[in-house]
């Protein structure tokens, strides 16, 4: 999702832009604190992978 959204390249912005009838910028700003959230969201999986595998381990399905 990241990629999809991150410019100059999100193919999602140009999309949602040209369907909304809405300017390319705002809607680039109206995202940034969602890429934010997101970035957020892959350090925590990258670098505390407990927090996403506590409940597979605690059903049995992760080592």
């Not at 140009?14 to 969602?34: L, M, N, Q």
Request: hydrophobic share 60%.
């Amino acid at each position: 999702m990241i990629g999809v959204i991150t410019p100059p390249v999100g193919i999602s912005l140009f999309i949602v832009s040209e369907i909304a009838e809405v300017p390319f910028g705002k809607v680039v700003r109206t995202v940034i604190p969602y890429i934010f959230a997101l970035i957020i969201a892959l350090l925590l999986v990258t670098f505390l992978p407990d927090v996403v595998l506590y409940l597979p381990r605690i059903f049995g399905y992760a080592s």
